[in-house]
């Protein structure tokens, strides 16, 4: 009796690990803990900056920052393709300088430096000295938006 309660077990313990072992076997190979680093995604960008307002100044500067720190784009100056951030800024008040700035943001894809610019977006939009950092980050994420949607003419 007991050599039957023993073969049934094992039995029983054969037949539940028959799946998972075929399970395993058709399992694809295991996916890297480690994250590899790829060009795919990366978005040659260019900041060029228009204006005389030390808010713009401030603009600017951060968006060149931003760009540099992300891992979605790389600051290129080469003739090469890339899309291009052309920010202008304007003093919102010319008697009070520091109160704000009127700025414009247009984003445009360039083949090559010598040949004619092809508009992708555009903002207009007003910005005080303490609302410039967020600013720069949403230029940044809208930015990305652009390069996801238009990401056939960077291959």
Sequence with gaps: MKILRVAALVALLASLAAPVCAAEAGRPAAVPDKPVKSDALVTPINVELEGTDS?????????????????????????ERKMRVLVSTRSEFPERPNVGSVYSVCWVFTERDDLLSF?????????????????????????DGIAVKYRNLWK
Aim: charged share 30%; glycine share 6%.
């Design 119 to 143: 508009l992708l977006a555009r903002e207009l939009g007003t910005v005080n000295y303490e609302d410039v950092d967020a600013l720069a980050d949403k230029i940044v994420e809208r930015s």
């Design 55 to 79: 808010i713009g100044a401030r603009l600017g500067m951060r968006l060149k920052e931003r760009f540099n720190q992300s891992n979605l784009f790389r600051l290129v100056e080469a003739n």
